[in-house]
């Protein structure tokens, strides 16, 4: 019997995942093109025993958010850019007092990176963020971003678009098992309260005077080294034709499908060409990256003014690195602009293949 | 020397006189270890009538605290209470969270002046408006001591602090916000009151309130708050035994003690 499939948009289908994944708690604050989860989970969560909070603001909804991760439950959060930059303080308190949860950064394109990767919030910590390409890889994503935030107690980002956003796929949602995971035993329930050995949740970790914790400086040390360790384990990413390839693409998120589209067309008429893409945008994939581009030409496309092409350059000699995107966004400032369009790809990709010889010493 | 020329009763003081009420224990189990703040401060007589409460109403293996940032930050370290140190101002939006998930939970916040009015003031309404089943305690000394006494959003008209160094002038700084008449005028909150720890009669009205406001979560009647006084000498500038006069003669005046809203209406 095949796989009865259902008809979802995109952020019905992420909303279903992460109720599938076992989340029991949501708070956003409307914005396009996360408006649509929010509303997908308004929908859902109720039925499904959760809460899902429209929040007053998404300073509040990420602190919501924080309260129910830090009580043990899967939670999670979600805007554009725009909206996530305003919840950067409580991502960075998060990944110090290692609160697990989910953001989901529906955004309107592919320009936060840098604050998906690099984060505003203070002190060293990193943001685990997964960027599917297609809808089915975000549901896919969904759930694995809440495997790993309460794997190493963290904050986890997954990174989508308006065309993930509003693309109608026919799906199957089930509940995707990662492994199994730690029992929350630190988390918030009021159990322990007067027992002597109450929990504390605590970017400082300073414990308690009769049970002293291991201090800011312990304790921060111990945090930059679990990102290293992440760094060193969940690097993910897609090789395309790389093997025969002269000329490596660097795409990722639904411009890596564009880029496919192109790649693909060109290998028909001949051109050695293959795609590089990261699944995570952090860890960054850069072992990976270094060892596929061996002696190759790199041509980093994304819809932006180069926040991947930094990445890259630390793993491939700047000298065989060519940008190939630009910022590029609609009339409306809600959508990618003309770039996000195969033959405008291909042809980006075509003038390098074509002149090569003539730039491949221009770009130092 | 001479012997006393009068004779003094001797008293049993071995035990309690006949009709005295055991308002406190000299050791509260909740509370691990000496506080770090200031002598005079009221801070920590707040928080000891929050733990005692807790244990008067049998709620503490339930119990959730949301920590904010200010001098009683450093409490966490003392409280034998399941706590989340959260962000300035965020106390009542982790407490949401908490709440939701776990609704048999008793969840309250600490907060003070400054990060309950001046960083988080719409998250105490908004919390209070969605009628969220939390309690927030708010220590409203009217000074930012922890950073050493600067304004906040409830400095009274006149107080000199190091940001209004010739007291405040409404015409330069604005006027005072009571947070708790806010909060009491929404629908979704269901219990306010205001009370002070400057001396014996108020510590223990206080310590009134504070179990009134945790049942009236027990009772899900919405959001409760109460807004204590608390003395901070050192913030004021005033020595430390003076604390309790000038919170009468300066807060007391713009904050009057009571009841504000209660389940069935207030006082």
Redesign the interface.
Same mark, same amino acid.
């Given at each position: 019997m095949s796989e009865e499939l259902e008809l979802l948009e995109g952020t019905a289908a992420i909303a279903k995942s992460a109720i599938a994944a076992g989340m029991t708690f949501f708070a956003g604050y409307p914005m396009s093109p996360f408006t649509g989860l929010l509303e997908s989970l308004s929908a859902m969560m109720p039925e499904a025993g959760g809460v899902c909070i429209n929040a007053e603001s998404e300073i509040e909804g990420v602190n919501m958010t924080l309260g129910a991760g830090a009580a043990g439950a899967r939670a999670g959060t979600g805007s554009c850019g725009q909206g996530i930059a305003l919840m950067q303080e409580a991502i960075a308190e998060a990944a110090l007092n290692e609160t697990p949860f989910v953001v989901f950064n529906l955004a309107r394109g592919a320009s936060d990176y840098f604050q998906c990767t690099k984060g505003g919030g203070w002190n060293d910590y990193r943001t685990i963020t997964l960027a599917p390409k297609s809808v089915h890889e975000a549901v896919e994503h969904t759930q694995l971003a809440f495997h790993l935030a309460d794997k190493y107690r963290a904050p986890a980002i997954v990174y989508g678009d308006p065309l993930m956003a509003r693309t109608t796929v026919g799906i199957n949602i089930k509940k995707l098992d990662f492994g199994d995971l730690p029992q929350k035993d630190w988390a918030l329930d009021g159990s322990m309260s007067g027992t002597g050995k109450s929990r504390q949740v605590w970017t400082w970790a300073m414990g308690k005077v009769t049970d002293p914790g291991p201090e800011m400086d312990a304790h921060w040390r111990y945090i930059a080294e679990k990102f290293n360790t992440i760094d060193g384990i969940e690097q993910r990413h897609e090789e395309l034709w790389c093997d025969d390839a002269d000329t490596i693409v660097v795409a990722w998120g639904t411009g890596a499908l564009f880029a496919e589209k192109a790649v693909s067309e060109l290998r028909k008429a001949g051109h050695k060409v293959g795609i590089f893409r990261p699944i995570t945008l952090w860890p960054f994939p850069g072992p990976a990256l270094e060892r596929v581009a061996e002696g190759k030409r790199v041509l980093v496309f994304e819809a932006n003014a180069g926040q991947c092409l930094e990445d890259v350059y630390q793993w491939v000699p700047r000298r065989r690195v060519t940008f190939i995107g630009r910022v590029s966004v609609d009339h409306t400032g809600m959508n990618f602009g003309d770039i996000m369009d195969a033959p405008v790809v291909r042809q980006l990709i075509l003038e390098h293949l074509d002149n090569q010889a003539a730039t491949a010493g221009a770009n130092q | 020397m001479s012997a006393p020329s009068k004779q003094l009763p001797i008293v049993d003081s071995t035990t309690p006189p006949d009709g005295t009420v055991k308002v406190a224990d000299p050791n509260p189990?909740?509370i691990?270890?000496a506080h770090s703040l200031c002598p005079g401060c009221g801070e920590p007589v707040a928080l000891r009538l929050l733990m005692e409460s807790?244990?008067d109403l049998g709620i503490?293996? @339930?119990?959730?605290g &949301?920590v904010g940032h200010g001098c009683y930050g450093s409490f966490?370290?003392?409280?034998?209470?399941?706590?989340?140190?959260?962000?300035h101002g965020?106390a009542p939006?982790?407490?949401?969270?908490?709440k939701?998930? @776990?609704p048999d939970? &008793?969840v309250f916040t600490l907060q003070g002046d400054g990060d309950m009015v001046n960083e988080g003031l719409?998250?105490v309404l908004?919390s209070a408006a969605?009628a969220e089943n939390i309690t927030c305690i708010l220590l409203n000394n009217g000074v930012f001591g922890d950073t050493g006494g600067q304004a906040t959003a409830t400095t009274v008209v006149g107080q000199r602090t190091k940001t209004s160094l010739d007291g405040r002038d409404p015409a330069k700084h604005g006027y005072p916000i009571p947070v708790s008449d806010l909060v009491a005028s929404l629908d979704g909150s269901g219990y306010v009151a205001r009370g002070h720890v400057g001396d014996p009669g108020g510590v223990t009205r206080t310590k009134k309130m504070i179990k009134e406001a945790l049942q009236s979560q027990l009772d899900g009647n919405g959001l409760s708050l109460v807004e204590i006084l608390t003395m901070c000498p050192t913030g004021w500038f005033v020595p430390a035994g003076e604390g309790p006069n000038y919170q009468q003669q300066s807060m007391e005046q713009t904050y009057p003690m009571g009841v504000l809203k209660r389940p069935g209406g207030a006082d």
């Open positions: - | 189990s909740l691990l270890g807790l244990q503490v293996d @339930r119990s959730i &949301v966490v370290r003392i409280m034998d209470i399941d706590v989340l140190q959260c962000l965020r939006s982790c407490a949401t969270g908490i939701r998930v @776990r939970s &008793v719409q998250e908004h969605r």
